[in-house]
């Protein structure tokens, strides 16, 4: 899984091979607004647009009248914008606006937003009617990289990050490089943890070209974007085909999430976007390889300042001042790759290359108490 030569125009398409389940990821420019984007999809008499409050306004119009070529009725549902209300009570909201224009199974849903509009809207699809089609339109870097892809659906709880959700493949994901151009920085550099992860999991080479091309990622370049997203999406998309319900390679795509989800659940979600808590946990995954054997620390303080310059945080937040370490143990323990109550975290196994594996509890607690210092 090497990079291709850098700038290399961005293909039509990224396929995910899963048989039955196979679907295209589009990347490009005027795909949103295009009615040809949306042709060969599933024949339906109803669309529903599910966005939120910050996207709407700016796309769903756009969306709504090209899907308007394909389908007799083209309705909206808006949600409330953020982390903090990825919730069954704003779940709901899209069962309603399903079940109000009465929409039956052939319906086909249609995420338009970032990652916590795309998983909510999978997770409809998937549930309403006990499954109907949907069509992943991400309108934020981080979905276009990551959560788009791979029919990840979930809700968070409480208690824990996306516990509750289905493993459910969309029809079609359309990453349109125009909506970039409205992404505040704090959005962009969000997206930038996700594609910094893909460097050391898989390919030091597309690392070396981040590291070389941070500054035209950061300026939102198209041509840079183009070529970040594309091999962000190759590499992934080779991962989900190998593993698509997370049974052992999978876990990979999961570099510095167990850390992180760890401060998004902690300090309460919303407080950091889902990047910068991946960002800071894979500072904190890297310190544990390090301590493991795995790497050495010139890699951790590579990896450290390429988080750093994308405008990520890479210390990391008090979540108890009574027992901090202890703190972040509990939240890791209802991490999804946890076995028996053991935690289990992905490390770096040598640059470009991870593994799944336990580590003793002193030593992870030795990470969080450097890495909070």
């Excluded at 006990?130 to 029919?151: E, K, M, N, Y």
């Excluded at 995954?285 to 390090?290: D, G, M, Y």
């Excluded at 493991?292 to 890699?299: E, I």
Aim: some cysteine; charged content about 15%.
């Amino acid at each position: 899984m090497q990079a291709n030569s850098p700038f290399s125009p961005a293909p039509a398409q990224v396929r995910i091979d899963l048989a039955e389940r196979s679907y295209p990821i589009l990347i490009g420019t005027g795909l949103l607004g295009n009615a040809s984007t949306f042709q060969g999809l599933p024949a339906a008499a109803a669309a529903l647009v599910v966005s939120n409050t910050t996207v709407a306004p700016l796309y769903a119009a756009q969306l709504s009248q090209a899907l308007q070529a394909h389908y007799a009725r083209v309705l909206l549902v808006t949600l409330p914008d953020g982390e903090a209300h990825k919730n069954w009570p704003t779940l709901q909201l899209i069962f309603d606006a399903l079940l109000e224009n009465v929409c039956d199974r052939k319906t086909v849903l249609f995420a338009l937003g970032g990652g916590v509009v795309g998983d909510m809207a999978g997770f409809a699809a998937a549930s309403y009617m006990r499954g109907v089609p949907f069509v992943q339109v991400p309108t934020t870097l981080l979905a276009q990289v990551d959560s788009s892809v791979g029919g990840k659906t979930a809700i968070n709880h409480p208690l824990g990050k996306n516990m509750i959700g289905a493993f459910y493949q969309p029809q079609l994901v359309v990453c349109d490089l125009d909506a970039l151009q409205t992404l505040p920085g704090r959005e962009l550099s969000a997206g930038l943890a996700e594609i910094i992860k893909y460097g050391p999991i898989a390919d030091m080479a597309f690392f070396g070209w981040l590291e070389s091309n941070l500054d035209a990622l950061l300026a939102k370049e198209p041509a840079a974007l183009a070529y970040a997203i594309q091999r962000s999406c190759e590499i992934k998309a080779w991962v989900v085909s190998q593993d698509e319900r997370e049974a052992g390679l999978r876990a990979v795509l999961n570099f510095g999430h167990t850390f992180g989800h760890a401060i998004e659940s902690g300090l309460g979600y919303g407080q950091w976007l889902h990047g910068e808590g991946v960002g800071c946990g894979m500072v904190m995954a890297a310190h544990l390889s390090a301590q493991l054997g795995r790497v050495d620390a010139a890699f951790v303080q590579r990896l450290t300042r390429l988080i750093e310059r994308a405008g990520l945080p890479v210390k990391a937040p008090v979540l108890s001042t009574a027992n901090n370490a202890g703190r972040y143990m509990d939240l890791m323990r209802i991490d999804k790759k946890s076995e028996a109550g053991e935690i289990r975290f992905v490390v770096i196994d040598g640059p470009g290359k991870a593994a799944v594996c336990a580590a003793p509890d002193a030593l992870v607690r030795g990470v969080i108490d450097l890495c909070c210092a």
